[in-house]
C-alpha cells in the first residue's frame, strides 16, 4: 500500500510539473508582449508615428514570442493626446486529455502630459 501511494504522489508531481511546462510559456509571452505594448505607446505618444508602423511593430514583436497575432488584430488608436494600443488573441494549447485555449487581452493607453 505504501508503494502505491509513493507511486501515486510521484505521478501527481511529474503531472504537475509538465502541466507547469505547458502552461507558462504563454502566460510569459504575453507578459512579455503587453510590456512591449507599453513601451511602444509611451515612445509613440510623442512620436509622429503612423498607426501602420506601431501595428508592424508589434507584430514583429509577436512573432517573436511566438504569439499568433497578425498586424490587422492589432489595434491602434490616436486620439488627439492619447494612444491607445490593444489586441485580443488565444494560445491553443493541448494538454493530455483536456485541450485549452487561453485567452488574452494586452493592452494599455498613454497620455501625454
Known sequence: MNRLKALFGVVLVV????TAWMLLPPYFNNYQFQDDIQNEALINSYSNKSEQDIRNTLAKKAAEYGIPLKA???NVLRNGAELSIWADYSVH???????????????TKNKRI
Open 72 to 74: 490587422e488584430q492589432i
Open 93 to 107: 494549447v493541448d494538454l493530455p486529455g483536456f485541450p485549452l485555449d487561453l485567452k488574452f487581452h494586452p493592452a
Open 15 to 18: 503531472a504537475a510539473f509538465y
